[in-house]
């Protein structure tokens, strides 16, 4: 009989070691299902992000999310009736047969014990038995084959050093061909004990932004609300607290009644800056009495931003999860475009714990008053609507390198950011 190399030899000596502690540790799957209200009833999709994993996924309309690996334990059940794995542990290529009631739309995935996606496909497959080769690098994997809400799951272990890649043989069903479908239908997300989601739904071009720690089986309802400025842009929302802010900067280019707005730009007069991080309005635009934000939505003063700071702060926003002090600058900043910085919990260190709070503040950068543009990555400025003297006004700004939500005063002609906060 020849002997297993040390790599399998260490794999079966740990299972064997810890097998009764992994059967008790076992993951149990959470499912996540959707509902809407408010100004939709209906939900085209979700999208749906593990920011602590910095991966995601996108939930079609009418479907749920499974959230697996809830325990950080790999899985240790045996392969569905349905599920066939050979050779395994894969010793070059495996191949992978499972039996397909329906047929269909079927997504395949395998997650690392981490729950990072290693590779992931969607393929139109016939119902009856399907077959594909699977190779992986060396470690512990989960399989995932989701046919029309059916999940098939199994453990593989990889013994190489070959790159992840699924290979399938045969053609696909011709486009437009009639599947039998099932009501239930679910797509899988990697997910362990207190990772930070974040859930996007969409219906039509409204959206709705939810975040959230899972402990078990959860309904997460989206308050749709309507946010559409002059330019006929719609804007998502987040509800935080019993405050409803945008989730976007503003972009708009003209007040209520039609009329250009005037003191407005983009960074360094960039569009394409506009799309992303709004547009930089002087406080007087943004106080302007024909009205910046979508009807129904105002520009914040100075005191509801404080609200804003101290329910974040009450309620273990801050970075360290204590309940004082201002440390919430992570929970608003957004998971990209910040400047990087080493310093723990400043929204430039690891930007994927950012955005706990689903504000997604992004560092526009400002304009100075004698028209130069600077500080895009750096400095996220947001106004209120609130004066301090003729000349200044108060607003908010997060930085790359600070741990709070931070309050200073500017001369109004200053182009800042805009958030709008619902009525």
């Known amino acids: 009989m020849k002997k297993l190399n040390s790599f399998c030899q260490v794999l079966l000596v740990v299972l064997l070691i810890n097998f009764s502690v992994f059967a008790k540790l ?77 047929g269909g739309k079927t997504d395949i995935a395998v997650y690392g014990m981490d729950g990072r996606t290693i590779i992931r496909t969607t393929k139109n497959l016939k119902a009856g038995t399907n077959q594909f080769k699977l190779s992986l690098p060396q470690g512990i994997f989960t399989l995932h084959i989701n046919e029309n809400g059916i999940l098939h799951l199994g453990t593989v272990i990889s013994q190489t050093m070959n790159k992840a890649e699924l290979e399938f043989s045969g053609t696909e069903p011709a486009a437009g061909k009639p599947m039998q479908k099932v009501k239930a239908s679910t797509t899988a997300l990697g997910y362990n004990q207190g990772d930070q989601l974040l859930f996007k739904g969409y219906s039509g071009d409204l959206c709705t932004v939810v975040t959230l720690k899972p402990t078990g089986n959860t309904v997460v309802n989206f308050n749709f609300v309507e946010c559409r400025d002059a330019d006929g842009y719609n804007y998502p929302v987040v509800q935080i607290g ?85 440390k919430i600058a992570k929970a608003l900043a957004a998971t990209t475009d910040w400047y990087t910085y080493t310093g723990t919990g400043t929204p430039g260190a690891d930007l994927t714990k950012n955005n706990s709070s689903g504000f997604t503040a992004l560092p526009g950068g400002n304009r100075l008053k004698d028209g130069t543009f600077g500080n895009i990555g750096y400095y996220g400025n947001w106004w209120s609507s609130t004066e301090l003297y003729t000349s200044s006004a108060w607003y908010r700004y997060l930085i790359y390198d600070g741990y709070g939500l931070y309050r200073g005063d500017r001369t109004k002609s200053y182009g800042f950011s805009v958030r709008c906060l619902r009525d």
Do not use: C
């Open 242 to 326: 019993d405050q409803v802010w945008m989730a976007e900067n503003l972009k708009t280019t003209r007040y209520r009644n039609g009329d250009p707005i005037t003191e407005q730009w983009a960074y360094n007069n960039d569009a394409n800056n506009a799309a992303k991080y709004g547009r930089l309005y002087t406080w007087y635009a943004a106080t302007d009495s024909r009205g910046i934000a979508p009807a129904g939505w105002h520009v914040p003063t100075d005191a509801e931003w404080t609200t804003l700071q101290n329910y974040l702060i009450a309620n273990g926003y801050n970075y360290d999860g204590t309940t004082t002090g201002n």
């Open 26 to 102: 076992y993951a149990t799957d959470y499912t996540i299902s959707f509902t809407a209200s408010g100004a939709a009833t209906t939900i085209s999709n979700v999208e749906v992000q593990n920011l602590t994993q910095s991966t995601s996924v996108v939930v079609p309309a009418g479907a749920s999310v499974t959230l697996t690996g809830t325990t950080g334990a790999p899985y240790l059940k045996a392969n569905s009736l349905n599920l066939k794995i050979y050779p395994n542990p894969i010793t070059e290529k495996s191949i992978v047969s499972f039996y397909s009631e329906f």
